[in-house]
C-alpha cells in the first residue's frame, strides 16, 4: 500500500500529474541556466585564441598551439557525436561549435 501526503483517498493519477509537472519544470529551468548562444560561443573561441598566444609568448609556441589544438580536438570530437546521433549538416556543426565554445557565457 502507497503513502500519499493527502492520505488513503488520494488521488493516485493527480498526485503523479503534480510530480511530472513539477519535473518538467525543474527541468526547464536547468536547460535555460545552461543554455549557451552563438555570442558566447564566438566569445569562447576569442578566450582560447588569446590564451594560446599568451601562453605561447610566455611559455613556448608549441604550448600556445597545444592549448588550440586541445580545443579543436574536442570540437572534432563533440562533432563526430552529433553525426553518430544522426544530427547531420549545419546544426551538427552549430551544436558541436556550442558545446565546444559556449562556456563563455559563465565567465
Given at each position: 500500500m502507497q503513502q500519499w501526503p493527502e492520505g488513503p483517498?488520494?488521488?493516485?493519477?493527480?498526485?503523479r500529474?503534480?510530480?511530472t509537472s513539477g519535473m518538467r519544470a525543474t527541468r526547464m529551468a536547468v536547460r535555460e541556466v545552461f543554455r549557451a548562444d552563438m555570442p558566447a560561443a564566438h566569445g569562447g573561441v576569442t578566450v582560447v585564441?588569446?590564451?594560446g598566444v599568451?601562453?605561447?609568448?610566455f611559455a613556448h609556441p608549441v604550448a600556445g598551439c597545444l592549448v588550440a589544438a586541445g580545443f579543436a580536438v574536442l570540437f572534432l570530437v563533440a562533432l563526430a557525436v552529433m553525426f553518430?546521433?544522426?544530427i547531420?549538416?549545419?546544426d551538427a556543426w552549430r551544436r558541436s561549435y556550442?558545446?565546444?565554445f559556449g562556456w563563455a557565457n559563465w565567465i
Open positions: 483517498a488520494a488521488d493516485q493519477e493527480a498526485a500529474e503534480r510530480y585564441m588569446v590564451a599568451v601562453v605561447g609568448c553518430l546521433r544522426g547531420r549538416g549545419a556550442l558545446f565546444t
